[in-house]
Every structure is written in structure tokens, then in C-alpha cells.
């Protein structure tokens, strides 16, 4: 089963998710998931700037792990919303391109596949697992331009956020 498809198959949405994500669109289910995606994003970026406002004892890899993941689902939740199938998979690349013919706005967000290696090396000991403050804040500053970015397409194609 696809991605998507086990998505739509888990338990129901938290109740607070209602109060910070709503739709009116006829495609509701998609429309819960999409909000779903979006909501869990949005924590891992409040988790990323908090993780960075520690000063010296920021937890920089993880920060940038966390600027990761609310770049993937961001564009997770945008292809929810637009019915596309996809594998699972943390290469923002890919993602980038399953979007890709859906609007001219990823072009925007191409530097965002750096943010890749985050999503593995930040979590587990090895060569590439240090990261620098500079990098950290980097990661951050394309987590929020992806934010920004598919939100703006999310609701210029209908989605209440």
C-alpha cells in the first residue's frame, strides 16, 4: 500500500487539530490529511527555532533534523492535497519532483534537497553527523521558506489553514 493510502487509514485526527486546521473544500478526507501533514510540520519547525534559542547547548543536529522533516512534510501535505502518490521517503529532491509539473513555485524551493542528509546523518553517529551553528540556522531559514511557500500554494488551491 502506497504512502498516501496508509496515511488515509490511520486513527482519526486529534481534536485540537480542528481548531488550528478547518476545510470547506469537497474533497474533505484529502483536505484532513493535508492539515494533518501541515500541523505536524509546523512542530517540527517550533521544535527546531526552540531547539536554537538554547545558545550553546542547542542540539544543533537535531535542530537541523527537525528544519528537515517540516520541509518534507510541507510538501508531503501539499501532494496529499493534490491526490498524488508518493513513496516514503525523506529525499526532498523526489518529493520536489512528484510536485514538480503541479506549479511553477517549486522552482523556488530547490535548495531545500539540501536538506536531505539532515533527515539521516543528524540522527545517528558516524563522519557527517556534526553540524555547525551556521548550518543549523541555514536549515531553519529554507524550513520556513518551504513553510511559506506551500502554504501560499495550499490555499491559493483551495485549503483552509
Known amino acids: 500500500m502506497s504512502a498516501t493510502g496508509r496515511s488515509l ?3 482519526p485526527v486529534r481534536p485540537s487539530l480542528k481548531e488550528r486546521c478547518y476545510m470547506t473544500a469537497p474533497l474533505e478526507e484529502l483536505a484532513r ?3 494533518q501533514w501541515v500541523v505536524y510540520a509546523d512542530e517540527d519547525l517550533v521544535l527546531a527555532k526552540h531547539g536554537l534559542s538554547l545558545g550553546e547547548k542547542a542540539p544543533l543536529r537535531l535542530i537541523a533534523y527537525h528544519a528537515q522533516q517540516c520541509a518534507e512534510k510541507y510538501l508531503k501535505a501539499y501532494l496529499v492535497w493534490k491526490g498524488i502518490d508518493f513513496p516514503y521517503t525523506h529525499n526532498i529532491a523526489r518529493l520536489l519532483e512528484l510536485v514538480g509539473a503541479q506549479g511553477p513555485w517549486v522552482q523556488e524551493l530547490r535548495d531545500a534537497a539540501r536538506l536531505t ?3 539521516i546523518t543528524a540522527r545517528y553517529p558516524g563522519e557527517d553527523s556534526e553540524v555547525a551553528r551556521e548550518e543549523a540556522e541555514q536549515a531553519i ?3 520556513e521558506s518551504v513553510r511559506q511557500t506551500v502554504r501560499r500554494a ?8
Request: neutral net charge; contains cysteine; charged residues 20%.
Open 154 to 161: 495550499l490555499m491559493a488551491e483551495g485549503l483552509k489553514l
Open 9 to 11: 487509514e490511520r486513527s
Open 117 to 119: 542528509p539532515f533527515a
Open 141 to 143: 531559514a529554507i524550513a
Open 33 to 35: 490529511q493535508a492539515c
